[in-house]
């Protein structure tokens, strides 16, 4: 339902704000103060909750993007997000109402031989895409910006963020072990990382997420996050048992 009142949204792209990672945390702080005392992250009440937040505070600053600025331009790329090449930067919005994936863990009925306990990556709620993008600048300093939200005609929410264009030189899996062992990870399964003195899961690092520039490899699209729970011990055991675990993607948002 359209809203009366509404500030004017931007009139023109974004432009590689600044203040870009700085607003990745102040909207990561936002979405945190609003959750419900004793409420989940995830699933369509938190993610309802989350939207609301985002866009009122998004229009508090002046944040809210103008939806034909963006459309026209975007081509269509990977699982996660469509993109498009603003100068020296790379503009990444996040599509259909889904905000990237977050790692987790399922239970499943098996049998007693099995392990009932299954790796997940789930569609993520806006809270967790922003915890995800905070920690990626953490890895990476200040690899993604913020530069806005964008409310669809639909209804939906993108949203709008920004890394500098990258020209894409492969790497070998090898390789990219190797650069996170020199970071102090252990490798969980393919692709797959986990550094335990700061509790740091590093998942998806893949040959296409992953590039070289100069002398350093730099992982640009990755998922990382904080285990928690029977999460963090899933991991621990796996690697303790030297074990691996499989991702299994998932289309649908769930609570954990």
């Known amino acids: 339902m359209p809203r009366d009142a509404d500030p004017p949204a931007r009139e023109t792209p974004a432009h590689s704000r600044a203040d870009g990672?700085?607003?990745?945390?102040?909207?990561?702080g936002n979405l945190r103060g609003i959750q419900a005392p004793g409420g989940g992250t995830s699933g369509p009440p938190a993610l309802t909750r989350q939207t609301a937040g985002l866009r009122e505070w998004a229009e508090s600053l002046g944040l809210l993007l103008n939806?034909?600025?963006?459309?026209p331009r975007l081509e269509r790329g990977g699982q996660e997000h469509d993109w498009f090449q603003d100068g020296e930067r790379v503009i990444k919005v996040t599509r259909d109402g889904v905000f990237g994936l977050s790692p987790g863990i399922e239970l499943a009925l098996v049998s007693s031989s099995q392990d009932a306990r299954r790796?997940?990556?789930?569609?993520?709620?806006?809270?967790?895409?922003?915890?995800r993008l905070d920690l990626h600048n953490q890895l990476v300093p200040d690899i993604n910006r913020l530069e806005g939200i964008l409310s669809q005609p639909d209804g939906d929410l993108a949203i709008v963020t920004s890394q500098p264009r990258f020209d894409i030189v492969p790497v070998t899996e090898a390789e990219i072990d190797a650069w996170f062992a020199a970071q102090g990870f252990?490798?969980?399964?393919?692709?797959?990382?986990?550094?335990?003195?700061?509790?740091?899961?590093v998942f998806d690092a893949h040959d296409k997420n992953v590039i070289r520039a100069g002398d350093t490899l730099v992982p640009f699209d990755v998922i990382p996050c904080r285990p928690a729970g029977g999460f963090q011990q899933f991991i621990a055991d796996t690697l303790a048992a030297g074990h691996s675990i499989h991702a299994v993607r998932r289309a649908t948002t769930t609570s954990r």
């Open 21 to 28: 990672a700085d607003l990745v945390r102040a909207a990561l």
């Open 67 to 71: 939806v034909g600025d963006f459309i």
């Open 186 to 201: 252990r490798k969980v399964t393919r692709s797959a990382y986990y550094r335990e003195e700061d509790n740091l899961g």
């Open 119 to 131: 790796f997940h990556l789930w569609e993520a709620t806006p809270l967790e895409y922003l915890e």
